[in-house]
């Protein structure tokens, strides 16, 4: 037996836009992260967030930004703030000789893990197989593609560690290159 579309009309269309335009509002993230099997752990879900990761490897008090993209074997820390336009794909191809082109996925070491308290600005990637450590704050476009320690500030594509966070005074601490 053949399943049907549902079908929308100009009304619905209407206030699905609406919807995922208008309503990043903390009622209507907490909703989204209810149907999407994060209830219950003050888990926040904005509008166009794409989550493809085990649902009890989301910690608690997290937030999701704006069409983020979170697939594969991902571990987010409780209080872990993810703005928006962020992507944390664990997955990896590999390139086969045999055919001449990328196709098997690879399988060990491609887990993300982020840590307890940190903080992924916009538009930040983290790739397979990285662990942030505790607390880390990532700036806006960086490209996480090794392992940090805890308190680190990083920024750059490849991300690149400029500075700690002092965890006793919440003070930022700046790395300066010496010429």
Avoid at 68 to 95: E, Q, R, S, W
Wanted: net charge negative; hydrophobic share 35%.
């Amino acid at each position: 037996m053949e399943q049907k579309n549902p079908v929308f009309d100009d009304e619905m269309f209407e206030l699905l836009t609406r919807y995922t335009c208008e309503t990043d509002r903390a009622d209507f993230n907490e909703r989204r992260a209810e149907l999407l099997g994060l209830g219950g752990r003050h888990v926040r879900v904005a509008p166009g967030a794409i989550i493809r990761i085990p649902k009890e490897q989301v910690g608690s008090d997290v937030f999701i930004g704006l069409y983020t993209y979170l697939n594969g074997d991902v571990t987010i820390g409780d209080h872990v703030l993810i703005g928006p336009h962020c992507t944390l794909p664990a997955g990896n191809h590999k390139f086969d000789p045999e055919t001449g082109y990328f196709s098997a996925r690879t399988t060990s070491n491609n887990a993300i893990v982020i840590g307890e308290g940190s903080w992924l600005a916009s538009g930040v990637t983290v790739t397979a197989g990285v662990t942030l450590g505790r607390c880390n704050l990532v700036c806006a476009g960086a490209v996480v593609t090794k392992s940090t320690p805890d308190y680190a500030i990083l920024a750059g594509a490849p991300a690149k560690q400029i500075g700690e966070i002092d965890p006793q005074t919440g003070e930022y601490h700046w790395f300066h290159e010496k010429n």
